[in-house]
């Protein structure tokens, strides 16, 4: 069955980097686009951008352009999503979603159990 | 970017009463490519819908979805108590995708 397992929680100081890895299983990895949402304290999702497992290509929210990083490495079938100089409005929970192209942003059919990130001083 | 408006904000309504939530696009959704997703308390948000109408797998058909252009609409037929819960629609047909404020269904 399709699984997609994040890494553990993350305390950072304002002005940090914090690197969350979603490892995904059950399905042919590189057949597929792999999206990151956030979520605020009691807010709604937003969208931070996608990567295809296929070729690497990437599509990210204007907002974030220039703070995040989207990778995949498709040995260990692990996405990685990188956020740098982190601000306390970055505190959120932050999951990664499969897309159903890997040629473009698609809607989520599964989705990781979420990281919290919180930034503190 | 496309700004999905969803209405009500909260429904307050009671087990095996019908849900009809509201979501509205500041522009058209290309090819009606609009999500419903739900979410509970502590957990990921679970896709409903993909396509407008389409239910994805392992959805009750009490679930459906409809519409086109800017106006669509997510109804649940008769509601179960695990149905309370917030809805989020969410539009893939551009970048950057988006998704709604949400409605909270809860019991009355």
């Known amino acids: 069955q399709v699984q997609m397992v994040q890494s553990g929680a993350e305390v950072k100081k304002p002005g940090a980097s914090v690197k969350v890895s979603c490892k995904a299983s059950g399905y042919t990895f590189t057949s597929y686009g792999i999206s990151w949402v956030r979520q605020a304290p009691g807010q709604g999702l937003e969208w931070m951008g996608w990567?295809?497992?296929?070729?690497?290509?990437?599509n990210y929210a204007h907002k974030l352009q220039g703070r995040v990083t989207m990778t995949t490495d498709t040995s260990t079938t692990t996405a990685y999503m990188e956020l740098r100089s982190l601000r306390s409005d970055d505190t959120a929970v932050y999951y990664c979603a499969r897309g159903l192209s890997s040629a473009w942003p698609d809607y989520f059919d599964y989705w990781g159990q979420g990281t919290l990130v919180t930034v503190s001083s | 970017e496309i700004v999905l408006t969803q209405s009500p904000g909260t429904l307050s309504l009671s087990p095996g009463e019908r849900a009809t939530l509201s979501c509205r696009a500041s522009?058209?959704?290309?090819?009606?490519?609009l999500a419903w997703y739900q979410q509970k308390p502590g957990q990921a948000p679970r896709l409903l819908i993909y396509?407008?109408?389409s239910r994805a797998t392992g959805i009750p058909d009490r679930f459906s979805g409809s519409g086109s252009g800017t106006d669509f609409t997510l109804t649940i037929s008769r509601l179960e108590p695990e149905d309370f819960a917030v809805y989020y629609c969410?539009?893939?047909?551009?970048?950057?995708?988006?998704f709604g404020g949400g409605t909270k269904v809860e019991i009355k």
């Open positions: 990567i295809s497992a296929y070729n690497g290509n990437t």
């Open positions: 969410q539009q893939y047909g551009s970048s950057p995708l988006t």
């Open positions: 522009q058209s959704v290309r090819s009606s490519y």
């Open positions: 396509g407008a109408s």
